[in-house]
């Protein structure tokens, strides 16, 4: 690896909430805590564990408020709960063990306007909203922009596009901005090219996090060019689970465990072990009963 690659990459596990929401059937409230629980065994420190939505929108996620009331408490952990607006940070500020709130912004109208009924200068005003009033009551908040190496209804989005939209998001000091392709277009050269131009319009004082979906089996090829552009922070989902209900043949996030192999391969640091990440990913697969996507499930790890 060059040497300005980084040696140590932090992973925000987010199959609690990303990775069911697209599951048709409900999975149990024990199920979930029994998935956090293996997470957090694991080596797991950040964990998204639900979202704070209405449960008309997304059903999975109906039981937020019986999650995070059995949420195991643990001083080295931190747990996101996603918000879309005031009455979902309300509900994570009542839960009282929610230690961040996760916004999101999107790079497209079409798409804000089918996931979120917002405009893309609407959803960034929102965010900057929540992100503060999230501060002031004494909660960590950071920001997803959506769609941000391409749209499943625009096409293309430009890169200037994505530039304006996280300086504009910067403004309300989010703990950090995570560039999500939702849809699993991007090629790692765009992902180490957009991440790169986004570091030199922000500086170096906001921290930035990468979000790939493997649709179109480029996940991970994406995750090391943010790496190589400086990125230290990448959302996975144990198995591989996860979608967007809202964007058309969005499969699932790229896999803890192959992303933590292809980690270990490349003599990068992520405090997980990857044996009780496979086998978290085969619990779920049972509890899903289905073969979970991702192959180190399957594989197994590299002979010794």
Same mark, same amino acid.
């Given at each position: 690896?060059?040497?300005?690659?980084?040696?140590?990459?932090?992973?925000?596990?987010?199959?609690?909430?990303?990775?069911?929401?697209?599951?048709?059937?409900?999975?149990?409230?024990?199920?979930?805590?029994?998935?956090?629980?293996?997470?957090?065994?694991?080596?797991?420190?950040?964990? #998204?564990?639900? /979202?704070?939505?209405? @449960?008309?929108?997304?059903?999975?996620?109906?039981?937020?408020?019986?999650?995070?009331?059995?949420?195991?408490?643990?001083?080295?952990?931190?747990?996101?709960?996603?918000?879309?607006?005031?009455?979902?940070?309300?509900?994570?500020?009542?839960?009282?063990?929610?230690? #961040?709130?996760?916004?999101?912004?999107?790079?497209?109208?079409?798409?804000?306007?089918?996931? &979120?009924?917002?405009?893309?200068? &609407? /959803?960034? #005003?929102?965010?900057?909203?929540?992100? =503060?009033?999230?501060?002031?009551?004494?909660?960590?908040? &950071?920001?997803?922009?959506?769609?941000?190496?391409?749209?499943?209804?625009?096409?293309?989005?430009?890169?200037?596009?994505?530039?304006?939209?996280?300086? =504009?998001?910067?403004? /309300?000091?989010?703990? #950090?901005?995570?560039?999500?392709?939702?849809?699993?277009?991007?090629?790692?050269? &765009?992902?180490?090219?957009?991440?790169?131009?986004? =570091?030199?319009?922000?500086?170096?004082?906001? @921290?930035?996090?990468?979000?790939?979906?493997?649709?179109?089996?480029?996940?991970?090829?994406?995750?090391?060019?943010?790496?190589?552009?400086?990125?230290?922070?990448?959302?996975?989902?144990?198995?591989?689970?996860?979608?967007?209900?809202?964007? @058309?043949?969005?499969?699932?996030?790229?896999?803890?465990?192959?992303?933590?192999?292809?980690?270990?391969?490349?003599?990068?640091?992520?405090?997980?072990?990857?044996?009780?990440?496979?086998?978290?990913?085969?619990?779920?697969?049972?509890?899903?009963?289905?073969?979970?996507?991702?192959?180190? /499930?399957?594989?197994?790890?590299?002979?010794?």
């Amino acid at each position: 690896m060059p040497d300005s690659d980084a040696r140590q990459v932090s992973i925000v596990e987010v199959s609690p909430r990303d990775g069911l929401q697209n599951e048709a059937g409900l999975v149990s409230t024990q199920d979930k805590l029994e998935l956090i629980n293996r997470a957090i065994t694991a080596g797991v420190r950040r964990i #998204e564990v639900v /979202s704070f939505v209405h @449960p008309k929108i997304v059903p999975q996620m109906a039981d937020a408020e019986m999650v995070c009331a059995g949420l195991p408490e643990r001083d080295d952990v931190e747990y996101i709960g996603l918000v879309l607006n005031s009455r979902g940070l309300d509900r994570a500020v009542q839960s009282g063990v929610i230690d #961040e709130v996760g916004c999101v912004a999107v790079a497209s109208d079409a798409f804000g306007l089918r996931n &979120q009924r917002q405009t893309r200068e &609407q /959803s960034i #005003e929102v965010c900057n909203r929540l992100i =503060r009033r999230a501060r002031e009551n004494g909660l960590s908040a &950071q920001v997803t922009l959506s769609v941000a190496f391409g749209c499943p209804f625009e096409g293309e989005v430009e890169r200037n596009t994505v530039i304006d939209a996280a300086q =504009r998001l910067a403004e /309300s000091g989010p703990r #950090e901005i995570a560039l999500a392709d939702t849809i699993g277009v991007a090629s790692p050269i &765009q992902v180490e090219e957009t991440f790169a131009a986004v =570091r030199a319009a922000l500086g170096p004082d906001v @921290p930035l996090r990468a979000h790939f979906h493997n649709t179109r089996n480029l996940g991970f090829a994406n995750a090391y060019g943010a790496i190589r552009a400086g990125v230290t922070t990448i959302d996975a989902s144990i198995g591989g689970i996860g979608g967007c209900p809202f964007a @058309p043949r969005a499969t699932g996030n790229i896999a803890t465990e192959d992303l933590q192999f292809m980690l270990e391969r490349m003599g990068v640091q992520s405090g997980l072990n990857l044996d009780q990440v496979i086998n978290a990913a085969g619990w779920l697969g049972s509890v899903l009963n289905r073969p979970v996507p991702g192959f180190l /499930s399957r594989a197994g790890t590299f002979p010794e």
